[in-house]
């Protein structure tokens, strides 16, 4: 079983950045690829980025296309989002996930864009 554990949200003011890491722990037999969802009050979870295991395919949503940058260290078995340029709409909790054998989330960190 993987567990996840993610880290970086807080508040920031528009325009900031924040940077999350999902550090995972346990056995990941097989890698598929990991991302990051975000969930807005009031709103459904929405895919935000994701990637292969050596960043060869990589996917953003629209609204992260630009200011978000999403990797994967393999060695340190760490995910990172680099959120730049951030705006009050970002404001949400992030998790991450892991996908191999099993889907495996973490707990989730909140991340607030205000002024």
């Known amino acids: 079983q993987v567990q996840l554990v993610e880290s970086g949200g807080g508040l920031v003011q528009p325009g900031g950045s924040l940077r999350l890491s999902c550090t995972a722990s346990g056995h990941i037999e097989i890698f598929n690829n990991m991302g990051w969802y975000r969930q807005a009050p009031g709103k459904q979870r929405e895919l935000v980025a994701s990637?292969?295991?050596?960043?060869?395919?990589?996917k953003y949503a629209d609204s992260a296309n630009g200011r978000f940058t999403i990797s994967w260290d393999d060695a340190a078995r760490t995910g990172y989002l680099q959120m730049d340029s951030l705006k009050p709409e970002d404001t949400a909790v992030y998790y991450c996930y892991v996908l191999g054998m099993r889907l495996d989330w973490g707990p989730g960190t909140q991340v607030t864009v205000s002024s």
């Open positions: 990637t292969s295991k050596y960043g060869k395919t990589i």
